[in-house]
């Protein structure tokens, strides 16, 4: 049994047929293959079962999972994929959206024993009906086959904070009339729109028939966390957001995540500030810097901070944890 190349150890292949390492040893889910090598049982992934498994075997190449990855994942059905996206995310989540009340009983039923999945009845068109019990996301899987497929995942993307998200377009399920060329072009374009780089768009033939797998990333953002000589931290007023925030944006291409948030840092609050470390929070990468010298007026207010104001842009959580790190980062350096 080797790694499929590219799946982040998470993926296995033996002449020619993909493999999950179970994490529910003795159980099958829907009849596949069992096969155990070394004390660890492998469970058979039948691309013309699955459309992930179908991405993988025709040569897929953006392939986001990890092993501690959360995954929300939409259209969840029986659960056949979703058991593999179990093994696959063994030290990680899979929050498991399914609508019909039918399919959801087996799916309850898997997440049983799989203790890493999490049932939820809901409409996935409907991503705040179940923001009580999904956290925040580093990748959202959808397989819905109904209209408007690119925005909902591109829904479920902004709410939940994922970074990348995969999406099953079935053309007929958009547009039973036209081609699923047309189809897929579109359901692209609407990514791209919705401020999504498309990294791949690949047939799934001979699996399925007019289906595509489209993987996108969200583009990547970096905020700086800057503190002054007397250990305070800078926030720059957003007007149209109504609130305070972390001087940042969009990470340009050819720009590491520092350098980003040093040049927004200068734009936002005419700071020049020296970075000092950077650290990846999931959806975007923050930077620990300390203040240099005032050169102009930035295109925001600023204002240094002993605390945190009341009146924010962003979760209040998220800086609770950032800024103690940042400071840590800046004393010890
Ligand atoms: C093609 S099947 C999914 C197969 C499954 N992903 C697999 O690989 O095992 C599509 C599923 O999406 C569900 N579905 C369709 N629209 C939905 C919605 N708006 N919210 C939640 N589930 C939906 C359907 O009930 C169906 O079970």
């Not at 075997?57 to 996206?85: C, E, I, M, Q």
């Not at 898997?110 to 009845?121: A, D, F, G, H």
């Not at 950077?278 to 930077?287: A, L, N, Q, S």
Request: net charge negative; proline share 4%; aromatic share 10%.
């Amino acid at each position: 049994m080797e790694e499929r190349t590219g799946t982040n150890g998470t993926v296995f292949c033996e002449r020619g047929r993909l493999y999950t390492r179970s994490i529910d040893p003795g159980k099958r889910v829907y009849s596949e293959r069992l096969v155990s090598i070394a004390g660890s049982e492998y469970r058979e992934w039948n691309p013309s079962r699955s459309k992930l498994a179908a991405y993988l075997s025709t040569g897929g190449a953006s392939y986001p999972l990890r092993k501690d990855s959360r995954v929300l994942y939409l259209g969840a059905a029986n659960g056949t994929t979703v058991s593999h996206v179990s093994d696959i995310v063994c030290d990680g989540i899979v929050y498991a959206v399914e609508f019909s009340s039918r399919s959801f009983r087996d799916l309850v039923r898997m997440s049983e024993t799989r203790k890493n999945v999490n049932p939820i009845l809901a409409d996935a068109t409907n991503p705040g009906e179940y923001s009580f019990a999904v956290d925040k996301v580093d990748v959202v899987y959808s397989d819905v086959a109904q209209k408007n497929q690119a925005d909902i995942l591109a829904d479920n993307m902004d709410m939940y904070g994922a970074r990348f998200g995969m999406l099953c377009i079935k053309a007929r399920s958009e547009d039973v009339a036209a081609k699923p060329e047309e189809v897929f072009d579109m359901s692209k374009h609407r990514l791209q729109v919705r401020g999504f780089k498309v990294h791949e768009v690949r047939s799934l033939e001979p699996y399925e028939k007019d289906h595509v797998m489209i993987v996108a990333e969200r583009p990547r953002t970096s905020y700086a966390v800057v503190f002054n000589d007397v250990g305070q931290f800078m926030m720059v007023y957003h007007p149209r957001r109504k609130g305070w925030e972390m001087p940042g944006g969009k990470v340009e291409s050819g720009e590491s995540s520092s350098e980003a948030a040093v040049r927004e840092c200068l734009e936002e609050s005419g700071y020049v500030v020296e970075a000092i470390s950077d650290k990846d929070i999931g959806y975007c990468d923050v930077c620990a810097a300390r203040v240099v010298k005032k050169v102009s007026e930035g295109e925001m207010e600023s204002r240094f901070f002993d605390s945190i104001p009341d009146e924010l842009s962003f979760d209040r959580e998220e800086y609770e944890s950032v800024i103690p790190w940042a400071r840590s980062e800046v004393l010890r350096n």
